[in-house]
């Protein structure tokens, strides 16, 4: 787990240090000018630092100082001076020009290897100066001091345009616009630099592998006894999302899996598979609420119930379900649509994992989706939020963010693949918000994986997660 902290608790931990804002700017410093280093720079290299008047362009200064002792051509183009004659910035620039460091007004862009961008750090709001502007077209790869100048530190917006680095030096901690918005984009890749601050209150937690436990079975495991899964949908025109979601959670580790679809459905799913069990109920093709009391009856044996993977339009089935089901359901697609509002869930006696994207979240809550808004459901209905996007949130007493996946899990089913993966850690002895995020966590992974050897479609995502899991 690595920490995101906001701009705010950034500063504050600066303030709060008991060493000197100097000994900080300087090993800030240091760490840019290795960093450049790593990018290719060396004895005779022409960098180009551009530099703020404030703490961000001190730690430019620093890296400049450092970089001219290396032998490399150094030339800072300052937007302003630090001002304050005693201030860590200006005592940086003054050590910079002492050292031979060449510092000259911004003026234009001229040739270089390596363009340093310190110019603006995590307080950084609004547009940046038009003579900022013809910088963002140097040829040259950009290294960014924290966040690439016109990135919003704590939200990854950009207002008018930003810098697009190849790399980010960042310290002590991730920042969310690191994640968020344009910031995965604009930042390249981020290394986080150890300058001596300690703690913070995090943000969000930056989910990693030792964060993403899978359950363990016993010698004298059963399939009953290392987690049972059914998945209810599979209505007619998406009976395969049903499936996908068991299967995934067969070979995410669940011990067994059924799909309960309605009745007229079931001769399809029995087709599609050998692997699961499956009930059809009623004789329909579409559940209703007299098939509420059959499905809870069928579904009581099963340590999770996925609602939602094909479930279509319902009069009142998914609301009742909700009500009436006591034990751990994990609630997707249809299921969050048919609700009509959060209301049902703050109702519910049982453990509840959601797992929304960006446009059922809003369906469901009348908001924007984001972690933020998210948050207040979690605490007025008691649930565990799985909010899909890039990155991924799973959000109950904690925050956590997931990165791993990307776009090639922009494909139809992935989603209910994703269900089925959750339900499995869930149903296997993990607690709702640890099964939440490894599942995404791993979910990503898998993706990532597939799509290395071909186009990830969720029939062969369902499967690749095994390998992981």
């Not at 960098?47 to 400049?64: E, F």
Request: net charge negative.
């Amino acid at each position: 787990m690595r920490l995101v902290i906001s701009p705010a608790e950034s500063n504050r931990l600066d303030a709060a240090s008991v060493e000197p804002v100097e000994i900080l700017m300087e090993r800030a410093g240091l760490g840019v000018a290795l960093a450049a280093v790593d990018m290719g720079v060396g004895y005779g290299s022409r960098v180009i630092v551009l530099a703020g008047a404030g703490n961000n362009g001190g730690d430019g200064y620093v890296a400049a100082r450092y970089l001219q002792q290396r032998g490399v051509q150094v030339k800072v183009h300052a937007l302003g001076y630090p001002r304050r004659d005693y201030s860590p910035a200006r005592l940086a620039a003054v050590r910079a020009a002492g050292a031979g460091v060449k510092v000259v007004d911004l003026g234009g862009p001229e040739p270089a290897d390596l363009i340093i961008d310190a110019l603006f750090g995590v307080g950084f709001r609004g547009q940046l100066p038009d003579d900022v502007l013809p910088w963002l077209d140097h040829p040259a790869p950009v290294l960014s001091v924290d966040v690439p100048s016109g990135l919003q530190a704590g939200t990854g917006l950009v207002d008018g345009d930003a810098f697009v680095a190849s790399g980010t030096i960042t310290f002590h901690a991730f920042k969310p616009g690191h994640l968020l918005g344009e910031g995965p984009e604009r930042c390249g890749v981020v290394d986080i630099v150890d300058i001596g601050l300690q703690g913070g209150d995090p943000e969000l937690r930056l989910c990693e592998f030792e964060d993403a436990p899978v359950a363990q079975r016993p010698r004298t495991a059963h399939k009953w006894s290392v987690g049972s899964v059914a998945v209810v949908g599979s209505s007619r025109g998406m009976v395969g999302a049903g499936v996908l979601a068991a299967e995934a959670a067969l070979n995410a580790g669940a011990g067994s899996a059924a799909v309960v679809c309605p009745g007229a459905m079931q001769s399809q799913v029995a087709a599609l598979t050998s692997g699961l069990l499956s009930k059809g109920v009623g004789t329909g093709d579409s559940f209703s609420v007299d098939d509420v009391d059959a499905v809870l009856e069928y579904t009581d044996r099963f340590d999770v119930v996925v609602l939602g993977p094909g479930l279509g339009g319902d009069d009142g089935f998914a609301n009742e379900i909700v009500a009436k089901r006591a034990g751990k359901l994990l609630i997707d697609a249809d299921g969050l649509n048919n609700l009509g509002g959060v209301d049902p869930l703050a109702d519910r006696t049982g453990p509840t994992i959601i797992t929304p994207h960006a446009g059922e979240f809003t369906r469901l809550t009348g908001v924007e989706a984001s972690y933020t808004a998210a948050m207040p459901v979690v605490d007025d209905a008691g649930v565990v939020i799985l909010l899909k996007g890039n990155p991924t949130f799973v959000l109950g007493t904690e925050q956590w963010v997931v990165t791993t996946g990307g776009a090639e899990l922009a494909s139809i089913g992935t989603g209910d693949v994703l269900s089925g993966v959750v339900a499995a850690l869930w149903s296997g002895g993990l607690e709702a918000e640890t099964a939440a995020r490894s599942g995404a966590f791993w979910h990503g992974i898998a993706g990532a994986a597939l799509a290395s050897r071909r186009t990830v479609t969720a029939t062969e995502l369902a499967h690749t997660v095994g390998e992981f899991l």
